[in-house]
Structure formats: C-alpha cells, structure tokens
C-alpha cells in the first residue's frame, strides 16, 4: 500500500454506529459510521462521499480506492494512512481465491466486499478490514 498525503487532521468520534447485522464469524456487514463531534472543513483531502443508490451497488469489474491504517510488515498499526487500488471481484470468484487462501471466513456471500490489487502482488493489510473502499459505477 502507499502511503497518501501528509496533510492531516484529528477529529474525536462522539459515537461509532455499527452495522445492526454485522457478525464476527462471517465478517459480514463489516462496516460502521462514525459521528465526529465536530463538523469537518471540506478542501482538497477532505470531501462528501455519497452513497450509492440499491440500483448502482453492483460494482463488480470496477477497480476501486481502499485505505486503511492496518498492521505494516512489524505488525505495528500504521500512524500514516495507505492505499491502494483494488479490482472488485464476484463472490463466486473471490470464494475460489479464498479457499486457497488462510480465513476464517468458511464462504463469501453478497454481503462480502471482495477485491485483488491491479498487479495481484498487492494487499491490504491485516487490521484493514472493515476500512474504506470508493469506488463508483
């Protein structure tokens, strides 16, 4: 993952909403909202993301943005945020790679995001899950 810009601003969470379904076995649903106990400035690394309509969910094929501050190679949480560009996978497709692959999770549903980096040399990193991924139709 590479590292994204330096410019940075600290915000404290006032309440974290996690998902009502979310289930730590399957990891599905692995998603939550954070309300800031302030509002933000919108500039150039700060911006509104809107949310896809049911219609425009399917985004399988797109190559997508995900960031996250998971472990790097010390198994340190990273104090930078990285990123790196995903293609989003079917879940037919993303449960034969990961049958290969060291999981917990025993099977991917529609309810799984499953994505493989443009190079397929790439990942994210342990402690990523749940974290950001933009992409659109």
Known sequence: ???VGDEQEYHKIQEIFVHKEFNN???????????????????????IINLPLEDMI??????AKVLGWGL???DVQSPTLK????EILTPR??????RL?????KSITIN????????????????????LILSHP
């Open 58 to 63: 399917n985004l399988h094929g797109n190559i």
């Open 72 to 74: 790097n190679e010390k």
């Open 112 to 131: 799984h995001i499953c994505a493989l980096s443009e190079n397929g040399n790439s990942s994210t990193c342990a402690g990523d899950s749940g974290g």
């Open 25 to 47: 076995s399957t990891l599905e649903y692995d998603f939550a909202l954070l309300e800031l106990s302030k509002p933000v400035r919108i500039s150039s690394q700060v911006d």
């Open 101 to 105: 692959a060291k999981t917990k999770i």
């Open 1 to 3: 993952m590479e590292e």
């Open 93 to 98: 497709v993303c449960e034969n790679d990961f």
């Open 83 to 86: 990123e790196i560009h995903m």
